[in-house]
Each structure stands twice: as C-alpha cells, then as structure tokens.
T-cell receptor, first 112, second 114 residues
Framework: DAKTTQPNSMESNEEEPVHLPCNHS???????IHWYRQLPSQGPEYVIH???SNVNNRMASLAIAEDRKSSTLILHRATLRDAAVYYC?????????????FGTGTRLKVLA | DVKVTQSSRYLVKRTGEKVFLECVQD?????MFWYRQDPGLGLRLIYF???????EKGDIPEGYSVSREKKERFSLILESASTNQTSMYLC?????????????FGSGTQLSVL
C-alpha cells in the first residue's frame, strides 16, 4: 500500500486560510487522494477526494501537484470548529482492495 | 444522511470476558469496517467485510473475530478480552463504488478492559 506523510501538527489563526500538506511519493496511477478529518470525540468524516485535477466542495479545496506526489488540503477560512486531526489517505480506485490506511494525521489547532 | 450506529459509547469489561461490539448502518452499504484507535498509533484496520458472510483480515486481526449475518450489521467479537484491547473502536461503512467511495464512521465505542 502506498503511504502518505503529513506533519504531526499545525496552527492557524481563525478566519485565515490553512494549507495542510501531504506527501505521497509512491502514489500509483489509479490511487485517489482522500482527506478525512476527526473532530474531538467523534469518528472521522469525509472531507474531499480527487485523482488528478484540483477539486472544490463546500468544506474545502484539494490541490494536487502535477506529478501527483503531493497534495494540499485548503481550508479557505479556518474556524474554531475546524480544529481536528486531518488524515490524507490513498485509495486504489480500480483494484479489489478495500483498505483505507489512515496513519496518524495532522492535528490542526485554530487560534481565536 | 448515512447513519452508522455503534451500540455503546462506553463499555467496561473484565479480562477474559467475551465482548460483542455491534454496528448498524442504514444506507444499504456493501462494505463495513472495524478500526481501533490508540494514541500515537492512529486508526488501524482490524477486519472488514465486503458482503454478507464475507470477511477479510485487516492489519491487526489477532484476538478478534467478526460476524456479518445481515447486510446492515457488522459485529466485532473479542473472544477473551485482554487489557491490551482497551481502546477506542470505530465502525465504518461504504457503498462499494470504488472510484467515488466514501467512508462513513460511527461515533466510536471506548472499551476499557480491567
């Protein structure tokens, strides 16, 4: 399984943009890049995913490098409710594997 | 919205007891998963199931078994609970559309084995 590398923690000021990086140098052509986040005392929740092109939804944007070896989750205006652990995961979109390998993620602290 | 419901939020059991953790999803999802989460170790996959009565081992299946008799229900069984199984247990489900698959998680069960 291809692995991802994320910083252990990051800090941001409230109402400022946040860029959460993820390295995945061994990504394969059929791997989708998924992001999940886990708020305190809750199970993880889906944020966004993409394959090659940048993606936007109501929660965040996903910027994928041209060589796909890294990606960045962008929160456009961080709020206190965005304080969570963010996980970057590679997910094979073709083969029969059903595994999601989560790792330890990035703990985001949002300062008021 | 998809709902994944875990039967207990907190559970305290004694060493050697047989423990059942239940998970139910209401969106007719094909796949169901059990993870455990420990500080510093992230989420680790115990078992998953891609169909009724089908199961596959994840990364840490030792000491656990699972049962999926109905599509909506996936049970995690600790045959003889031990203190090193004290952990947060998270159940998840997904539709099975591989390209656009999303995981939906329950709120978790914090299990303490004394």
């Amino acid at each position: 399984d291809a692995k991802t590398t994320q910083p252990n923690s990051m800090e941001s000021n409230e109402e400022e943009p946040v860029h959460l990086p993820c390295n995945h140098s061994t990504i394969s052509g059929t791997d989708y890049i998924h992001w999940y986040r886990q708020l305190p005392s809750q199970g993880p929740e889906y944020v966004i995913h993409g394959l090659t092109s940048n993606v936007n939804n109501r929660m965040a944007s996903l910027a994928i490098a041209e060589d796909r070896k890294s990606s960045t989750l962008i929160l456009h205006r961080a709020t206190l409710r965005d304080a969570a652990v963010y996980y970057c995961i590679l997910r094979d979109g073709v083969s029969g594997t059903y595994k999601y390998i989560f790792g330890t993620g990035t703990r985001l602290k949002v300062l008021a | 919205d998809v709902k994944v419901t875990q039967s207990s939020r907190y559970l305290v059991k004694r060493t050697g007891e047989k423990v059942f953790l239940e998970c139910v999803q209401d969106m007719d999802h094909e796949n169901m998963f059990w993870y455990r989460q420990d500080p510093g170790l992230g989420l680790r996959l115990i078992y998953f199931s891609y169909d009724v009565k089908m199961k596959e081992k994840g990364d840490i299946p030792e000491g656990y078994s699972v049962s999926r008799e109905k599509k909506e229900r996936f049970s995690l069984i600790l045959e003889s609970a031990s203190t090193n199984q004290t952990s947060m247990y998270l159940c998840a489900s997904s539709l099975g559309d591989r390209a656009n698959e999303k995981l939906f998680f329950g709120s978790g069960t914090q299990l303490s084995v004394l």
